[in-house]
């Protein structure tokens, strides 16, 4: 079981950045897919991004689509949220999860993950 820990929120301004990092310990996270899923205050958790396996192919809400960007270092065995152009809309606690198993289609579905991270709040004033 790999065991996830998010860090990087904070409180920023809108229009700002904020780079998240998901570290995983316990097992080669370079071998899961992982995605960045967040919740809002009396919302529903939500896709933000993900990334694959291996060839790393990426994908992203179109809320998030062009302004941020999900990579992973594998060196580092840790995944990063980079959040350009922040929105108030935006605030919400931010959650990494991993993908053991490939299960086709259900990289935007947080039913589709194994094991999730504690989470880190992002919190964007205007």
């Known amino acids: 079981q790999v065991r996830l820990v998010e860090s990087g929120g904070g409180l920023v301004q809108a229009g700002g950045s904020l780079r998240l990092s998901c570290a995983a310990s316990g097992g080669n996270f370079n071998n899961y897919a992982v995605g960045w899923f967040r919740q809002a205050p009396g919302k529903e958790r939500e896709f933000v991004a993900a990334?694959?396996?291996?060839?790393?192919?990426?994908n992203y809400s179109d809320s998030v689509k062009g302004r941020f960007t999900i990579s992973r270092d594998i060196r580092k065995n840790t995944v990063f949220l980079q959040m350009n152009s922040l929105k108030p809309e935006d605030t919400a606690v931010y959650y990494c999860?991993?993908?053991?198993?490939?299960?086709?289609?259900?990289?935007?579905?947080?039913?589709?993950?194994?094991?999730w991270g504690q989470g880190t709040q992002v919190i964007v004033s205007s």
């Open positions: 990334i694959s396996r291996s060839v790393s192919l990426t």
């Open positions: 999860a991993a993908q053991y198993t490939r299960k086709p289609g259900t990289v935007t579905i947080d039913t589709g993950y194994d094991d």
